[in-house]
């Protein structure tokens, strides 16, 4: 069952005021309003490369997609370097991986409850064999049943130049790629669009981390989403 448990949260934009958290709220709405005419509720985000701030942005998505009312699940699918646990300060005891590795787990052992409307699931024990982990046929069972609980499942995946991203994306409705304005090229970009293509991964939009448009002004983020 879910697992109750009062966290200290660390990287998450508590402050509803400003330019990022207005940001986000921009992002949100640009996501609902396609994922009400696609039915879209299952979305991952990756990157281009790594370091370009994914994990962050999907854990603050999923915590603002929450404080619209909407029921919201965020999964740590990098198995390989995974992040989320640290964002919101959890144990990592129990997770995706122990449940993929070993079918007696309940389905939901690894779910802990951040408030009312957000609940993680954390990566769990960093496997051997990643890639072939999550090519068991039991992480879309999981997806689907969690669809019918949770309004949104957001999934937290490795750079798309790594075979865990491309295998997780073929159980998802869409894909948001993530990348730090000035370190990721057009090229890597316009590569990184075409790997997508190529595997018939539906981008349903960009989101450029670290966008700086004054001098003063803070860093915060800009979406371009397809609509």
Do not use: W
Not at 18 to 45: C, H, L, W
Not at 87 to 105: E, M, P, T
């Amino acid at each position: 069952m879910v697992m109750k448990k009062q966290v200290k949260k660390r990287s998450l934009i508590l402050d509803e005021k400003g330019r990022v958290p207005e940001q986000f709220r921009n992002i949100r709405a640009s996501i609902q309003y396609i994922a009400d005419k696609k039915k879209i509720k299952t979305i991952m985000a990756t990157s281009c490369r790594q370091g370009e701030g994914k994990s962050s942005m999907i854990a603050n998505l999923a915590m603002f997609m929450s404080k619209s009312g909407k029921r919201v699940l965020l999964i740590d699918g990098d198995l390989r370097l995974p992040t989320i646990h640290r964002i919101f300060n959890l144990k990592n005891y129990v997770g995706l991986s122990d449940l993929l590795k070993d079918h007696q787990f309940d389905k939901y052992e690894g779910i802990q409850k951040i408030d009312d409307h957000l609940d993680v699931m954390t990566s769990g024990g960093s496997p051997y064999n990643p890639s072939e982990l999550l090519s068991d046929s039991l992480l879309p069972e999981l997806l689907k049943e969690y669809e019918e609980i949770y309004d949104f499942i957001f999934i937290d995946a490795p750079p798309i130049g790594l075979s865990d991203s491309i295998i997780i994306a073929n159980y998802c409705d869409a894909t948001v790629l993530v990348l730090e304005n000035g370190k990721t090229t057009k090229t890597q970009l316009k590569e990184c669009i075409e790997k997508c293509k190529m595997q018939n991964i539906d981008v349903l939009g960009i989101i450029r981390n670290k966008v700086q448009r004054r001098r003063n002004d803070s860093n915060y983020y800009y979406n371009y989403v397809k609509r």
